[in-house]
Every structure is written in structure tokens, then in C-alpha cells.
T-cell receptor
């Protein structure tokens, strides 16, 4: 049984560019959450998707947007990248309140 | 607002010694509590969780945690640490219902294990 997968593993972008990160949930999970983990910090909740709708959102600007597809996979989009967006982006899938995390995408903004 | 405090940024123990990592939470209702472990450059692995019932919960890799409502704590313990336990540990609190689905994490405790 495959766990949560994320792509790409690493990404380098320039300030002002846009980026799309992808997540495939664990089999049987219908909910996807996204977190940002800056260096030396705990993960911070960005938003959660359920039934292709954003169900809850954390304290992140509108530059951060997402999407969930009918097969429950999800994308995280970040527009107008800032240096401060450099972080590990984690996707978690769940079917209840227990969240399982993927390996993350390391985004570096230069 | 929910929050988690992990008072110890870095802990060093000798292999074979016992371990206790502290976690204090703030949450307005009955909390769901979690401990995750993260190896360098990796995602988070769930060690154990508390939803309700017995306040002493057992997890993977020989870890356990005790929920103490009166102290708003959920400390993680292991009787004998192995070198492979060296990693960063995160405590998290989640909602027990309603419209709150997010996890709020502490800043983590880095565990170093000396041979």
C-alpha cells in the first residue's frame, strides 16, 4: 500500500515566479491538508481540501491556492514567490482526524 | 486559539537511557493529541495519538505518552533509547469536532543520542 506521495522532491524558483506542487493521498483517504515547514520550525497549516472544496484555511495569503481532483489528489499553487516562501511543503492525507504525511517538497526561492 | 509548547529545543541522552519529551497544549475543547517524528529532510511519521479513553497510550517503536488534562500536557516517554531514535519530535493538537480540522504543531525537540 503506497503512502502519501509528493512531487517534485526539490524545486528552485526565482522571486516573482509561480510554482505548483502535487500530492497523491494514501489509498482510501479522501482529505488532503497542506503544511509549510520553515527551517527549524514546526509545520504550519495552510489549508485542507475535502470533496474538492477548501474546507479550512490557515493564516496564509491568497497567493497560496489549491485544488483537489475527483481522485482525491491535490495541488498547491503559490504565486508571486517571495524569498520567505522557501520551506519544506508537506502534504498530509486523512479519512478522519489522523493525518499521514508525505516526504515533502523542498522549495528554494532565490 | 489552539497552541502547543515544547519547552525543550534540544535534548541529549545516552543510548539505553530513558527519555521524556515535554509537550503542553492549549485548546478550548477536548483535544486530539499527536506525536510525530521527523528524520532529517524527511516527512513526519506518526508515533502515537490520543483521542479519548485510557490516558496512557502506546505507540510505535516502544514510545508511549500520557495525557494529563489537569496539566494540559501530553509528554512522550521511552524507557530505553536507541541510537536510531535520534531525530526531531513534534507534538501536535487537533480539533475534536466541529469545523476545526487542522493540526497545530509545536516547534519541535531535537533528540541527540550519544553512544
Amino acid at each position: 500500500d503506497a503512502g502519501v506521495t509528493q512531487s517534485p522532491t526539490h524545486l528552485i524558483k526565482t522571486r516573482g515566479q509561480q510554482v505548483t506542487l502535487r500530492c497523491s493521498p494514501k489509498s482510501g483517504h479522501d482529505t488532503v491538508s497542506w503544511y509549510q515547514q520553515a527551517l527549524g520550525q514546526g509545520p504550519q497549516f495552510i489549508f485542507q481540501y475535502y470533496e474538492e472544496e477548501e474546507r479550512q484555511r490557515g493564516n496564509f495569503p491568497d497567493r497560496f491556492s489549491g485544488h483537489q481532483f475527483p481522485n482525491y489528489s491535490s495541488e498547491l499553487n503559490v504565486n508571486a514567490l517571495l524569498l520567505g516562501d522557501s520551506a519544506l511543503y508537506l502534504c498530509a492525507s486523512s479519512i478522519s482526524y489522523e493525518q499521514y504525511f508525505g516526504p515533502g517538497t523542498r522549495l528554494t526561492v532565490t | 486559539a489552539q497552541s502547543v509548547t515544547q519547552p525543550d529545543i534540544h535534548i541529549t541522552v545516552s543510548e539505553g537511557a530513558s527519555l521524556e519529551l515535554r509537550c503542553n497544549y492549549s485548546y478550548g475543547a477536548t483535544p486530539y493529541l499527536f506525536w510525530y517524528v521527523q528524520s532529517p529532510g524527511q516527512g513526519l511519521q506518526l508515533l502515537l495519538k490520543y483521542f479519548s479513553g485510557d490516558t496512557l497510550v502506546q505507540g510505535i517503536k516502544g514510545f508511549e505518552a500520557e495525557f494529563k488534562r489537569s496539566q494540559s500536557s501530553f509528554n512522550l516517554r521511552k524507557p530505553s533509547v536507541h541510537w536510531s531514535d535520534a531525530a526531531e519530535y513534534f507534538c501536535a493538537v487537533g480539533g475534536s469536532g466541529g469545523s476545526n480540522y487542522k493540526l497545530t504543531f509545536g516547534k519541535g525537540t531535537l533528540l541527540t543520542v550519544n553512544p
